[in-house]
């Protein structure tokens, strides 16, 4: 995951979050224009990748994740700082029928990880090898926690780090691999790269 530094949020989610009686499900059900203002806010901030696996995500199709469950955690329902902006988790591929892995906002359900995207170590964390596997310190328990509970080392999610890495696997031995990386951390209009995090980890620790 990309560590993702929270703005400010957009001020009419401000205004409605200060009513009395506002709730996330009142605001989902009556208030559907300043979701969209929302998770516009919350998907640009990201770079439009998934707040957890790093996919490219679209305004239209993200979900609005809590990291502290709402179901546990009603008083931050509405805090700013506890929303992000997740891909579906294969929702849309299983409603149509298909068998497809459940992975990040949609596996994670009302569970609570310690290592997360606010967190300004939490790229360290975790390790990409060239084959797209997901790799932790033996002794971090955290980051096991989060990569079983988001359900990280799902095949699917393997196969398209796996291809996102491959053009890089075959640059030479003397390519600018610190401008690469620093390439790799910088927007190309409003967006990350995607899996921008997963090639930087596999630059950073097999090619440098």
Same mark, same amino acid.
């Given at each position: 995951?990309?560590?993702?530094?929270? /703005?400010?949020? +957009?001020? @009419?989610? *401000?205004? #409605?979050?200060?009513?009395?009686?506002?709730?996330?499900?009142?605001?989902?059900?009556?208030?559907?224009?300043?979701?969209?203002?929302?998770?516009?806010?919350?998907?640009?901030?990201?770079?439009?990748?998934?707040?957890?696996?790093?996919?490219?995500?679209?305004?239209?199709?993200?979900?609005?994740?809590?990291?502290?469950?709402? /179901?546990?955690? +009603?008083? @931050?329902? *509405?805090? #700013?700082?506890?929303?992000?902006?997740?891909?579906?988790?294969?929702?849309?591929?299983?409603?149509?029928?298909?068998?497809?892995?459940?992975?990040?906002?949609?596996?994670?359900?009302?569970?609570?990880?310690?290592?997360?995207?606010?967190?300004?170590?939490?790229?360290?964390?975790?390790?990409?090898?060239?084959?797209?596997?997901?790799?932790?310190? +033996?002794?971090?328990?955290?980051?096991?926690?989060?990569?079983?509970?988001?359900?990280?080392?799902?095949?699917?999610?393997?196969?398209?780090?796996?291809?996102?890495?491959?053009?890089?696997?075959?640059?030479?031995?003397?390519?600018?691999?610190?401008?690469?990386?620093?390439?790799?951390?910088?927007?190309?209009?409003?967006?990350?790269?995607?899996?921008?995090?997963?090639?930087?980890?596999?630059?950073?620790?097999?090619?440098?």
């Amino acid at each position: 995951m990309k560590y993702i530094e929270k /703005q400010s949020p +957009p001020q @009419r989610f *401000l205004q #409605y979050s200060s009513r009395r009686g506002a709730s996330f499900e009142d605001l989902s059900n009556n208030h559907r224009e300043i979701k969209q203002e929302l998770r516009c806010s919350l998907v640009a901030e990201q770079g439009y990748i998934c707040c957890y696996c790093g996919c490219r995500i679209k305004t239209d199709e993200a979900i609005v994740e809590h990291l502290n469950p709402r /179901q546990r955690y +009603p008083a @931050r329902q *509405l805090d #700013y700082g506890n929303l992000l902006a997740s891909c579906d988790g294969g929702q849309n591929k299983r409603s149509n029928g298909n068998e497809y892995p459940s992975c990040c906002d949609d596996h994670k359900s009302n569970d609570e990880i310690k290592v997360h995207p606010l967190l300004t170590d939490c790229e360290s964390r975790f390790v990409f090898d060239g084959d797209g596997d997901i790799i932790c310190a +033996p002794d971090d328990e955290e980051a096991k926690q989060a990569i079983e509970i988001l359900n990280l080392k799902s095949p699917v999610l393997k196969n398209r780090r796996k291809a996102a890495i491959a053009g890089y696997s075959y640059y030479p031995k003397e390519h600018d691999w610190k401008m690469e990386v620093e390439n790799l951390m910088q927007k190309i209009d409003a967006q990350y790269i995607e899996f921008c995090f997963v090639i930087k980890s596999y630059v950073l620790n097999f090619k440098m």
